[in-house]
Nanobody
């Protein structure tokens, strides 16, 4: 059974940083791309960032370019989301997801396993 467990969310102020972690189990972590999505109150879930199975390739939503960074440690079966210069519009529940394959994907349909989400709240 594949499990993804996010951690690291919380309440921060504008301009602060947070690092989210997502620990995976139940499949060969290094064989699959990973992604982060977020869902703000009253909005659809949206793509944030993704990383290929090796970590060599990444893709960012325009809204987070230059502020967010994704990385992975395949030895620890963990993917990270480093979020810098946070803004109130980054407030959302953040979900990590495991891809159906090793390449990058921005669509929810590309991912077949999801974590339970972790809340990030940025106050102004």
């Amino acid at each position: 059974q594949v499990q993804l467990v996010e951690s690291g969310g919380g309440l921060v102020q504008t301009g602060d940083s947070l690092r989210l972690s997502c620990a995976a189990s139940g499949r060969t972590f290094s064989s699959y791309a990973m992604g982060w999505f977020r869902q703000a109150p009253g909005k659809e879930r949206e793509f944030v960032i993704s990383i290929s199975r090796s970590g060599a390739n990444t893709y960012y939503a325009d809204s987070v370019k230059g502020r967010f960074t994704i990385s992975r440690d395949n030895a620890k079966n963990t993917v990270y989301l480093q979020m810098n210069n946070l803004k109130p519009e980054d407030t959302a529940v953040y979900y990590c997801a495991s891809g159906k394959g090793g390449g990058l994907g921005t669509s929810e349909s590309w991912y077949d396993y999801w974590g339970q989400g972790t809340q990030v709240t940025v106050s102004s």
